[in-house]
């Protein structure tokens, strides 16, 4: 089940797939009911929006975040 959560996230590249650098990130919804094994750790899929470094909104992004970078689902 994919959970919503508002919480901005600043990750480092090596932090998500796939992407190059540093991405910031306002967490729509994250799919805690289907983690993802990847490089030797558990990744989640996470759809939100990348904020830019002025803070505006640019564009929607789905990417894999470590399982650790994230909230705590709700139980």
Known sequence: ????????????ERDYCFGRGQLTLRIGRVDYAHPVRYDNDIFYRVHGVQVGWTGADIAEREVLVRARLLPRPDR
């Open 1 to 12: 089940m994919a959970q919503s959560a508002t919480q901005l996230v600043v990750l480092a």
